[in-house]
């Protein structure tokens, strides 16, 4: 359930939880790309990073980890929602991330597995075929080489192009490289750490635990979805996307990552790993409030790309947060509080300018970046979409309550009413029954239980549980945990 491609030779390493009440300037939240990156750039200051599971075993763990600035047609998107300038800068953003990415990678000799790859963006529609050149023209008028080139793939495809200086990595190989830094440097890193309540107290904020907390002058949200609402309000300006992945054993590396041009998106790329190559393919993208079949999705990513069940090797799900104007919220969401969130897909390379903006604004450095991607920005594109949004939080909310019994669910999950209290149910397969409270804790959203990984899924905004109702996955900070 757990397994992803790049964590499939777990790195082991004896790392603590926080056992004391502590005081640090500058206390990250989350231990995955953002998180561990921005304490590789603040290393020389008083910092402390920790994380609710352990390093990069968030969204960072699910990821296809391409660091690419060819990314179906969002410059067009946000040239239509902003303005042409806007989607320039954003450009030109990927294109210096991807710089500072290798540049820290060759800086710190971090193996990690990073490759150079052409990149194909391709129309899966016939509908697609003209909006896709329009992406061309918008790169080609930004001075970079487009090759209009045939996709080497099996995939359905009416016109397709390609990029060649964008790269492909293990995610969790360059979190165990910026880790060495950072050991190196005497940064205090707890895993198994969960922040569950945040204070303001004069010019410091108490960072609380269940049994302890830290002190700190500044805090970094780089967690994927802060568990509070205000002052955000993230639930009313984005909305989560979900894909699933199908790994296969494959004879020849593709030497390629591909991705379609609209949604729900098909993407794929190849990995090496000793003398196995691995084809990681991911499509089915959705809306967290509608489809929420996981069987159905993983059967389908095995269809649209012609995989054998032999060559299979795992399957995972990820989610992303989606904004209105297809840009991550990066800054300063009030007074030393900075927050990171929102990469509409592309974390590897937003993760990393996330990473680079916040540092900047804590050392007091100018960033050109900093207004475009504010947090606090409201636009009219926020405006237009948020009937759809709450439209789509309502359908979260309502729609497990109203419908707990799913028409896919096996015989092995149930529901029923014990003493007040709304519990599920999954007879596993030797009989036994674990039983666990249908609520998130977050929002109070019933559960979807995915019985492809073996989850209680929040359809809200993402939180996940075992099937014995532990907490793997925030926003929530409690378990559903029930007992007799």
Request: with cysteine; hydrophobic share 35%; proline share 3%.
């Amino acid at each position: 359930m757990f397994m992803s491609i790049w964590n499939k030779k777990e790195i082991k390493r004896e790392i603590q939880e926080l056992n004391k009440d502590i005081k640090t300037d500058i206390l990250i939240i989350g231990a995955g790309i953002t998180g561990m990156t921005t304490a590789y750039f603040l290393k020389d200051n008083d910092i402390c990073i920790v994380d609710a599971n352990k390093i990069g075993h968030g969204v960072t763990l699910n990821t296809t980890a391409k660091i690419n600035y060819f990314q179906e047609r969002i410059y067009t998107k946000i040239s239509t929602i902003r303005n042409k300038e806007i989607a320039t800068k954003y450009l030109k953003s990927q294109l210096e991330t991807i710089k500072n990415i290798k540049e820290i990678i060759k800086k710190e000799n971090i193996d990690c597995d990073l490759k150079r790859v052409d990149s194909y963006v391709f129309a899966n529609t016939l509908s697609e075929v003209e909006p896709l050149k329009k992406e061309i023209e918008f790169l080609k008028e930004n001075n970079i080489e487009v090759n209009d080139k045939k996709l080497p793939s099996k995939i359905t495809q009416y016109s397709s192009y390609c990029v060649s200086d964008t790269y492909i990595f293990n995610p969790i190989k360059y979190l165990n490289g910026i880790y060495n830094v950072l050991k190196e440097n005497d940064i205090n890193i707890y895993e198994n750490t969960k922040i569950i309540k945040i204070e303001k107290l004069n010019n410091y904020y108490i960072c609380h635990t269940n049994k302890y907390s830290i002190k700190t002058k500044k805090v970094v949200l780089a967690c994927h979805y802060p568990y509070f609402v205000l002052p955000l309000l993230l639930p009313l300006k984005s909305h989560i996307e979900k894909s699933y992945m199908v790994i296969s054993k494959v004879k020849v590396d593709g030497e390629f990552t591909c991705i379609s041009s609209s949604s729900p998106t098909y993407s794929t790329r190849f990995y090496q790993d000793g003398d196995n190559i691995y084809q990681i393919c991911l499509a089915e993208s959705h809306n967290t409030s509608v489809k929420q079949n996981d069987s159905y999705h993983f059967q389908r990513v095995k269809e649209i790309f012609k995989l054998k069940d032999s060559d299979i090797v795992m399957t995972y799900s990820n989610v992303d947060i989606m904004t209105p104007d297809h840009m991550p919220y990066i800054g300063i969401l009030k007074e030393n509080m900075y927050i990171a969130c929102g990469y509409n897909t592309w974390g590897m390379t937003n993760g990393v300018l996330a990473s680079k903006i916040i540092s900047d604004m804590i050392l007091n450095k100018e960033n050109e970046y900093a207004e475009v991607f504010n947090p606090n920005r409201i636009n009219l594109s926020n405006l237009i979409s948020l009937p759809s949004i709450i439209l789509g939080q309502i359908k979260s909310f309502l729609g497990p309550k109203l419908n707990k019994n799913k028409s896919w669910y096996s015989n092995k999950v149930s529901f029923i009413n014990k003493n007040g209290k709304n519990l599920a149910i999954y007879k596993d397969e030797n009989g036994f029954k674990h039983i666990i409270h249908n609520k998130c804790p977050h929002f109070g959203c019933s559960l979807i239980f995915n019985e492809e990984e073996k989850t209680w899924d929040c359809p809200c905004h993402s939180s996940r549980f075992d099937i014995d109702g532990k907490c793997i996955k925030g926003p929530s900070n409690y378990d559903i945990s029930y007992k007799e």
